[in-house]
């Protein structure tokens, strides 16, 4: 059973960093595509930023050249080093592997979430 467990949000000023982490196990990492999803009060949850099977990355337009997505193969590890944080990037931040056929794409829903962690950017 893959178990997907996420730390390191918390509460920052505008422009300030954070940098959420995903402890993974129970999955063979190189078969999976992992992302980080945000849901926002009263909003659907959205694909922040994804990692495909071959290390090739993507994120939404509102996040770029301020977030980056990477991960640690030895310790299964995902991160999220997320800079110049703005108040529209509040919400709960969610951990998801996907089990991909494609070494570059990421297609499908996730079929596996981490708890949440919380990030909250005040003005």
């Known amino acids: 059973q893959v178990q997907l467990v996420e730390s390191g949000g918390g509460s920052v000023q505008a422009g300030g960093s954070l940098r959420p982490s995903c402890a993974a196990s129970?999955?063979?990492?190189?078969?999976?595509?992992m992302g980080w999803f945000r849901q926002a009060p009263g909003k659907e949850r959205e694909r922040v930023a994804r990692i495909a099977r071959d290390g090739g990355t993507s994120y939404t337009d509102s996040v770029k050249g301020r977030f980056t997505i990477s991960q640690d193969n030895a310790k299964n590890t995902l991160y999220l080093q997320m800079n110049s944080l703005k108040p529209e990037d509040t919400g709960m931040y969610y951990c998801?592997?996907?089990?991909?056929?494609?070494?570059?794409?990421?297609?499908?829903?996730?079929?596996?979430w981490g708890q949440g962690t919380q990030v909250t950017v005040s003005s």
């Open positions: 998801a592997a996907e089990e991909s056929p494609y070494y570059s794409a990421c297609p499908g829903v996730p079929e596996y």
């Open positions: 129970g999955y063979t990492q190189s078969r999976y595509c």
